[in-house]
């Protein structure tokens, strides 16, 4: 399975070194030197095929600079070359025996509806559960960074939900906040579930206070 973990973007310095926006919380291992990524949607005869004639990158360094992973590839040796790449997107072939282990790619994240754990029964699945209700809201990205990466939110309009509707909120991608997440399969749909510290999320904490707030958003 092809999985994209980065998008090249503007180029660093005059040696051929790129930014990039990661799609992946294991940028050490993607962009470890030797590893070799591919070009989505490669074609050849592009201007991008005169860097990368095989339509692959090799890396050959990378570094935080601040927030930002810096990456050089072998194939990329001046500022005009890094130019020729911008906005291309990488690959990653994930081997069968990797499928199982611990992380996630953003592509596996974006779109997953957002549940409070604690409006869920034990044992049962929140998606189109007349038990839980709508989802507080619906995983728009991720966002990697060098301490600790961050899941972005897209609020809806939930009846737990004070205020914040529409907005787009980061989450610190824990356990502590988000012990479970689920990808959809064939058959079954994903989910992902929070418990956000006091102050995280304006939610509507008393169940009256729910209901009530229910029917106004039913009455709008």
Do not use: C
């Amino acid at each position: 399975m092809q999985v994209v973990v980065a998008r090249i973007g503007k180029p660093h310095g005059i040696r051929g070194e790129v930014t990039v926006q990661l799609f992946t919380d294991a940028p050490q291992e993607r962009f470890a030197r030797g590893e070799v990524l591919g070009i989505e949607n490669f074609k050849p005869g592009s201007a991008v095929a005169s860097v990368a004639p095989t339509g692959a990158l090799t890396v050959a360094g990378a570094r935080w600079n601040k927030k930002i992973l810096v990456v050089r590839f072998d194939e990329v040796t001046t500022r005009n070359q890094a130019e020729e790449l911008r906005g291309s997107r990488l690959v990653y072939e994930v081997p069968e025996d990797e499928g199982d282990e611990e992380g996630f790619y953003e592509q596996e994240l974006v779109d997953l509806p957002v549940y409070l754990l604690a409006d869920v029964p034990e044992g049962e699945s929140p998606v189109d559960n007349p038990a839980v209700g709508k989802p507080l809201g619906k995983v728009t990205g991720l966002q990697t960074m060098p301490v600790q990466d961050l899941l972005l939110i897209k609020l809806a309009r939930s009846p737990r939900l004070a205020s914040g509707a529409g907005e787009e909120i980061m989450i610190p991608f824990v356990e502590e906040i988000v012990p479970e997440v689920v990808p959809s399969t064939e058959n079954e749909p994903g989910f992902v579930l929070l418990t956000p510290p006091a102050g995280l999320i304006d939610l509507v904490e008393d169940s009256a206070q729910v209901t009530e707030h229910s029917t106004e958003q039913a009455g709008e």
